[in-house]
């Protein structure tokens, strides 16, 4: 157009230079062509361009890259204006990977919600659920896990109506029918945000319901979603509807109760141990809840606080934030001024429980106490969870109510009767005869540090009862073992025991001697050299043979735990004492205890012991009782001793003593089994058959290597029927 006339007049034409460009062939007739084209409009919307074009581009990215594209999609989602092109878009979205990440799924959860904030709960419910429901029957678990989660944080923006209806029958659908462990795992945590903003109290049993069954789920990983994340969601819901101690804590005592006697019916065989220990595994997780519940039903709930206000809270720390009174109540200022408004009210001396506190100290209480009465003493860590669920209980409710009422509850139930003590602990009325006395001691009287006194006295009194009257001593071992799993209570559980080594009473000397015995198994060697064995050695010079029969066990108790050289050789002298000494050699009674012991700490004890001390010494009993005058006698040893031999059988026992002690002293028991028990001859005789064929190997090896001996009869000394090794040399160490 700028060039000028030349002067024949000629101007070339627009048709000549229309003609010269297309000889390029520059085609726009074309899809992407013509999207091109329309870049030159003033009026191009990207937006629509964008839409247009990504269903182009997206089938050829390569799937390891297509996450980049997340972000246009949801830009281009939230802002189109056509709802067809949106839904076409939102379906691209959620199959736009195959199998989505962790990370990948966030992206795309964190699309929704913006999504969700820019165009309201409308179009989530007309676009974005359609979309999610079509993937929960998904082959991939990515894809359901991405529905699962995108349920739970979309759940704010969801019509109120749709969460309690469609939402929650998604969620229902996948708890009880999807395989993956991991997707009922997050559909758990889904359902906790829908409780918590579900307002349709007719939908509460529904939401129980679908917690009841989380909770059986074959899963831990499901089980503890439930525990951490619904069960407190659901809680908060019950204690706004004022249901949680009538609905949901009375249904997991009454269960756990159950499940308690089934484990005392099954002696622990069948599933009801795993259900007994869940259930109290839940109460405890609801202790908080049930604090909140009695704080913010309390007199004093609308007690306000000034954040200058300063008050201490010392309260457990909690496994999750959603189990944090802090938390649960609002804030620390509050709590604070709640707290400190509750022990104000305990402790004035007109306190008068309101109704949950009232339901708490009766109700409770009593449940708690019959599953406690129900429980086996085989049951140690039920017995130890129970303690620890009571326990939680106090240091949440605090010192001065845990002695005006928790204490005064059990120790009213533990005190012995005035009229026949002796068989109401023999028959089991006595619960200081039952599962209560240790979970009370280990759950009330240890919780406290300064409550030390306090336990130290109790312990002391409950030994003593028990002995005078000849109760059973398996309350006594359990409230032993149950204290001792922490260390720094063994200190204290040897000082009881030391106090009560010199008591008047032989019967709690006898008593003292087997709780001796407790507090050698995990327990430091320098304890037990200080702490126990002095008062062992001297408990086993005890003027009555009663007292000393029973430190046996104890001794043997050391033997089977203890390294110390030093210790070994001082309980080897004592079971050198009872083997040899006259007094104890015509008492069948010591007879029958020692084999006992070495029958029982025989595959245990330390090897040189077990070689040079109770395998001769087992053989020399063997062949005494060939030619004991009573039947009855004769017949218990010799049944002693076959458990003996059965046991140590299973050991590595070395050729040379098989042939000097072992043969030996398994043909004199034969002999004893043909005169007073011939059904167990053919036992006897398998162990003789087996022993043979161990020396019979041991020739042969020794034969093929040309030697006489073999190099394990080396290193073993060579023994003499007659000879005894003293406790010194047995236990030397070798140069």
């Known amino acids: 157009e700028g060039r000028a006339k030349d002067e024949g007049g000629y101007r070339m034409s627009v048709a000549f230079r229309q003609q010269l460009l297309d000889t390029l062939h520059l085609k726009t ?71 989505p990440d962790k990370k990948q799924r966030q992206v795309i959860m964190s699309g929704c919600v913006a999504f969700a904030k820019m165009n309201g709960s409308t179009q989530v419910e007309s676009e974005l ?224 429980p309101w109704s949950s506190l009232e339901w708490f ?31 939680t209980y106090c240091t949440y409710l605090g010192y001065t109510f845990t002695h005006k009422v928790i204490r005064p509850f059990f120790e009213n139930t533990l005190t012995l009767p005035k009229q026949n003590p002796a068989s109401a602990l023999a028959d089991g009325r006595a619960h200081l005869a039952t599962p209560v006395l240790p979970i009370y001691v280990s759950g009330v009287l240890a919780t406290f540090s300064k409550d030390e006194k306090l336990l130290v006295s109790f312990l002391r009194t409950a030994i003593v009862d028990m002995a005078l009257y000849f109760g059973p001593l398996d309350s006594l071992k359990a409230t032993f073992q149950e204290l001792k799993r922490d260390k720094r209570r063994h200190g204290l559980l040897l000082g009881v025991l030391q106090d009560l080594v010199t008591h008047s009473s032989f019967q709690v000397r006898q008593y003292t001697t087997v709780l001796f015995g407790l507090m050698v198994r995990k327990v430091d060697e320098k304890l037990v050299m200080k702490g126990v064995l002095p008062h062992l050695i001297k408990l086993a010079r005890d003027s009555e043979m009663a007292v000393r029969i029973d430190t046996i066990e104890s001794f043997g108790a050391i033997m089977e735990s203890v390294t110390s050289k030093e210790i070994l050789i001082r309980v080897h002298e004592q079971f050198e004492s009872f083997m040899d000494q006259q007094q104890y050699r015509v008492d069948h009674q010591v007879l029958m205890s020692v084999l006992k012991t070495l029958a029982k700490i025989g595959p245990h004890a330390d090897p040189v012991f077990r070689d040079e001390f109770i395998i001769p010494r087992l053989a020399e009993v063997s062949a005494e009782n060939n030619n004991a005058d009573n039947e009855t006698k004769r017949r218990d040893v010799a049944l002693a001793l076959l458990e003996a031999y059965r046991n140590i059988s299973e050991c590595f026992v070395a050729t040379e003593l098989v042939t000097t002690f072992m043969i030996p002293g398994l043909q004199s028991l034969s002999k004893d089994m043909e005169a007073v028990e011939p059904e167990q001859v053919p036992a006897v005789q398998q162990l003789i058959k087996s022993c043979q064929s161990k020396e019979q190997e041991h020739t042969r090896h020794a034969s093929i290597s040309g030697d006489g001996k073999s190099f394990l009869s080396k290193l073993v000394p060579q023994f003499d029927k007659d000879s005894k090794i003293s406790p010194t040399k047995l236990f030397r160490k070798k140069s």
């Open 29 to 99: 007739d074309s899809r992407i062509g013509l999207e091109v084209v329309k870049l030159s409009d003033p009026g191009v919307d990207v937006i629509q361009l964008l839409a247009r074009c990504l269903p182009h581009v997206v089938p050829n990215v390569i799937l390891a890259k297509r996450e980049e594209l997340i972000p246009i999609l949801l830009c281009v989602v939230s802002k189109h204006p056509d709802s067809k092109t949106r839904d076409q878009l939102l379906h691209m979205l959620f199959n736009l990977i195959k199998r």
């Open 361 to 391: 100290s009766k109700d409770y209480l009593s449940r708690l106490l019959k599953s406690s009465v129900a429980l086996g003493f085989s049951q140690w860590e039920l017995m130890h969870s129970i303690a620890t669920l009571l326990a």
């Open 129 to 352: 659920l359609p979309q999610m429901w079509e993937q929960i029957t998904h082959k991939y678990y990515e894809r359901r896990l991405l529905v699962a989660e995108s349920c739970g944080v979309l759940a704010p923006y969801i019509p109120p109506e749709l969460r309690g209806s469609l939402v929650l029958s998604m969620l229902t659908q996948m708890l009880e029918e999807d395989k993956a462990e991991s997707v009922r795992q997050a559909v758990v945590r889904a359902l906790a945000i829908i409780v918590a903003f579900t307002d349709d109290e007719d939908k509460f049993k529904q939401c129980w319901e679908l917690v009841l069954k989380a909770l059986a789920d074959p899963s831990q990983l499901v089980i503890s979603a439930t525990s951490f994340a619904l069960l407190p969601s659901l809680a908060a819901w019950a204690l706004e509807l004022g249901v949680l101690e009538r609905e949901v804590l009375s249904y997991f005592l009454h269960q756990m109760l159950i499940c308690i006697k089934q484990v005392s019916r099954s002696d622990g065989e069948s599933g009801a141990v795993e259900q007994s220990q869940h259930h109290i595994f839940t109460l405890t997780h609801l202790v908080p809840w049930h604090y909140a519940a009695i704080l913010l039903s309390s007199p004093f709930a609308d007690v306000t606080a000034d954040s200058s206000d300063k008050y201490t809270v010392l309260l457990p720390q909690p496994h999750t934030p959603l189990l944090d009174v802090r938390v649960i109540v609002g804030d620390e200022v509050r709590l604070g001024a709640l707290v400190a408004a509750f022990q104000r009210e305990v402790s004035s001396e007109g306190f008068t």
